[in-house]
């Protein structure tokens, strides 16, 4: 198994261009979740997922969208990006939402938004 | 994550012991975590303690939970150079679809030779 993978590994972009960021996993994994991690804040949760065709908000949602198709994808979209979306951003995945399970981690995406 | 708090910062001699500490807020938290990122790198599990639990020792690590205070704290034994890294703790939160981990700032440790 490849685990929880992610691409890009290093993004720069302007003020208001868009892109996605690719998060993918082979476990067969139901529960999906991106979060940012910017200094002295630990991580944060943006969206998550717990299957296909369900996503919801986690605790800092603006400035982007996901979608979930497949079990195994789980992009997230920056439509317009900002200064303040500079950050790295993990992916996440386990098995389902249940508590105890051991969530998985990508490798991040490091965002720098000039 | 404002419901886990951490120290950000720890240094430490090699062959000492580190002590990282955490607090959290939700009483209904199950599970609480130890994860290890290493420079450059995504976040590994390294242990974990469930709720009923005060106490819990693998190999050079010891979790110590009360719940009293809603206190957690990593003992790493004999600590080494490779321990360097950032530690977060996280707690898990209870909704509706099941369980979300809300993460600590993390404490970054720094082991000098």
């Known amino acids: 198994n490849a685990g929880v993978t992610q691409t890009p590994k290093f993004q720069v972009l302007k003020t208001g261009q868009s892109m996605t960021l690719q998060c993918a996993q082979d476990?067969?994994?139901?529960?999906m979740s991106w979060y940012r991690q910017d200094p002295g804040m630990g991580l944060r949760l943006i969206h998550y997922s717990v299957g296909a065709g369900i996503t919801d908000q986690g605790e800092v949602p603006n400035g982007y969208n996901v979608s979930r198709s497949t079990t195994e994808d789980f992009p997230l979209r920056l439509l317009s990006a900002a200064p303040s979306q500079t950050s790295v951003y993990f992916c996440a995945s386990r098995v389902d939402s249940s508590v105890g399970e051991t969530q998985y981690f990508g490798p991040g995406t490091r965002l720098l938004v000039l | 994550g404002e419901d886990v708090e951490q120290s950000l910062f720890l240094s430490v001699r090699e062959g000492d012991s580190s002590v990282i500490n955490c607090t959290y807020t939700d009483s209904s938290s199950t599970y609480l975590y130890w994860y290890k990122q290493e420079p450059g790198a995504g976040l590994q599990l390294l242990t974990y303690?469930?709720?009923?639990?005060d106490m819990k020792q693998d190999q050079r690590l010891t979790v110590l939970l009360n719940k009293k205070d809603k206190h957690l704290s990593l003992r790493i034994a004999d600590t080494q150079t490779g321990d360097s890294a950032i530690y977060f703790c996280a707690e898990i939160q209870i909704y509706n679809q099941g369980g979300k981990l809300i993460f600590g700032q993390g404490t970054e440790l720094s082991v000098k030779p």
């Open positions: 303690i469930f709720s009923n639990m």
């Open positions: 476990m067969n994994h139901e529960y």
